[in-house]
């Protein structure tokens, strides 16, 4: 089973920048896309951007286009999430998770189609 840790939250203020990253540990070829979700408490979890190894053009959340930027590094062993003009609007707790291929094919931000989920790290945007 994938392992997933994220790390790299923090405090900022809005206008700044923050790399997030998530670490796989155990085997790495069981999954087909990973991605980046964020919650605040008393709302849903939201998608924020998935990536897909096997090709095809990162997904983002209208929210974030053109400010995030997600990536994998280290052949697959990390997931990053460059955070650039953030907002207020963008605290929240940030989790990783993994898809399986068929959610993959979806190209879907729906976090409840995810799995593998990690602990989250806090990102706190002051105005």
């Known amino acids: 089973r994938v392992q997933l840790v994220e790390s790299g939250g923090g405090s900022v203020q809005a206008g700044g920048s923050l790399r997030l990253s998530c670490s796989f540990a155990g085997y790495t070829d069981s999954w087909s896309c990973a991605g980046w979700f964020r919650q605040v408490s008393g709302k849903e979890r939201e998608g924020v951007a998935i990536?897909?190894?096997?090709?095809?053009?990162?997904l983002y959340a209208d929210s974030v286009k053109g400010r995030f930027t997600i990536s994998q590094a280290n052949a697959k062993n990390t997931v990053d999430l460059h955070m650039n003009s953030l907002k207020p609007e963008d605290t929240a707790m940030y989790y990783c998770?993994?898809?399986?291929?068929?959610?993959?094919?979806?190209?879907?931000?729906?976090?409840?189609?995810?799995?593998?989920w990690g602990q989250g790290t806090q990102v706190t945007v002051s105005s």
């Open positions: 990536v897909y190894p096997g090709g095809g053009t990162p």
């Open positions: 998770a993994t898809g399986p291929s068929w959610v993959c094919s979806t190209r879907t931000l729906l976090a409840r189609d995810y799995h593998n």
